[in-house]
């Protein structure tokens, strides 16, 4: 007999977590569905050797919209450490991020931050058709400007040029960026501690979250959604009855997909969407991705808790640099550092394994040319290279995607970064869109209540450092790492 839900949701990304625990806390029974082990997507950690290492580089924002969402399902934010500055690697040195302003031209300034706060979303539904290139470069001449518009549009949108980024894109990248100045976070046991925490208040509200168990079809009759079709490759305490490896049903009147749109056609018939759908859903596959490596160190290359952009010079992709262990000790083993190296890139790289090795490496050599004899401080190396987001390019941003519910099938919803929020991509793009999305199916977010709010409000809580003797001072509390 078929198991009964009030709604499934597929795929456990920030986005899929997030709408099911804010569906959970308005009564409903849910089922929240995972492909892989891990809950998260994107936005989940794991051990190595010791240290905790996320999938993916995350530097998240202080007050954006993965805090709302965690406050909104009445958690407490987890516990993190801050950057305390930002620095840039131009011609040949470091200069701080406030440094450059003195710099910048004035009058060219003033034009961007009038277009930044005075565009409708009119202008916005225009800029989404164009690049940053076609809108800022007839605006601004001045090296400095023009350098710090492209970088800081590189590093929100995960695109290398900003002649391949949507207008509007860039817009929510410099608002983005004017907002949090100074206050991006490490997560200090992983950014999986995000996904943890808010996929907790569905197992509190009775709800079932099934990992290894990708689904293999959206189940509909008479355009509208009855369940969906799983495929269970793992044990699962709920579930005992049905074997490994057997197809089975689940009954649910509401269905979300909070997995990548296109692949929504994977699981429905196309023939069940308008071709105007079919067309959108199809145009929006094309993706970013990053390329660098997480690295052991016996001693960290600086101390400071900084975030460093760079335009590497072989490399010629722009870079971040950083040593998560200065902002959370919690991070790394005792006596050892994390330090993050990546870099923005085509996900067209990825077709070439000779070439994406090739670029590893000189990535390494341009780091040496920043932190001359950094590799006789590496215990370990993991290169990586990966898909990121869906592609903010000129006619795949705001009105190019599609909204969170289907105008042709009574009870599908979506939700996750390729729908819906127009903020800048990854777990704020995904957060965002999980309320959107509940908010569609509900009428409104479900209440905290004021003994939940208490608890929600401690939040911004620093990573406690962890102590260290210096030689031959046992029980001194002046040395902190």
Known sequence: MAQKYDAVIIGAGIAGCGVAALLSRAGKKVLLLERTKLIGGRASSYKYQGHTLNIGE?????????????????????????????????????????????????????????????????DMEKYDAISGAELFRPLVKNPENWYMINLVGAIWNTIPKIEDQAASSVIEALRTAGRTTLAGFQAAHGIGDYSRTISQVIKECGGVIMTEAPVAEIL????????????????????????????????????????????????????????????????????????????????????????????????????????????????????????????????????????????????????????????????????????????????RDGIFKPGPKSPEIEGLYFAGDSVNSRTTPGMECASDSAMICAKAILGKLPEVKKSELAAAVKRAVKAKPVKKSPKGKKGSKKNKR
Request: a negative charge; one cysteine or more; aromatic letters at 10%.
């Open 58 to 122: 995350h530097a998240g924002i202080q007050d954006g919209y993965l805090d709302t969402l965690v406050q909104s399902v009445g958690q407490q934010i987890p516990e993190r450490g801050f950057f305390e500055d930002y620095l840039m690697w131009r011609n040949g040195k470091f200069e701080k991020a406030f440094d450059i302003v003195p710099k910048l031209n004035l009058e060219e300034t003033e034009r961007v931050l009038k277009i930044m706060q005075e565009a409708t979303p009119e």
């Open 220 to 395: 509909v009759e008479n355009r509208r959604v009855v369940g969906v079709r799983v495929e269970r490759e793992a044990k699962h305490d709920v579930m005992q009855d049905y074997p490994i490896g057997e197809v089975f049903t689940v009954e649910a009147p509401l269905v979300v997909s909070a997995i990548p749109i296109w692949n929504v056609l994977n699981l429905i018939s196309e023939k069940m969407f308008s071709p105007e759908f079919v067309k959108k859903a199809k145009h929006l596959n094309k993706l970013t991705a990053n390329l660098g490596f997480m690295v052991g160190l016996k001693k960290p290359l600086f101390t400071e808790k900084i975030f460093v952009m760079a335009d590497l010079p072989t490399l010629g992709y722009p870079t971040t640099i950083f040593i998560s262990s200065n902002l959370c000790p919690t991070l790394s083993p005792k006596g050892e550092h994390l330090l993050e190296c990546s870099c923005i890139c085509e996900y067209e790289l990825g077709e070439d394994r000779g070439l994406v090795l090739r670029k590893i490496q000189e990535m390494k050599d341009d780091l040496e040319k920043l932190y001359p004899s950094w590799q006789k401080k590496v215990i370990w190396i993991r290169p990586y290279f990966r898909w990121e987001e869906p592609a903010r390019t000129p006619g």
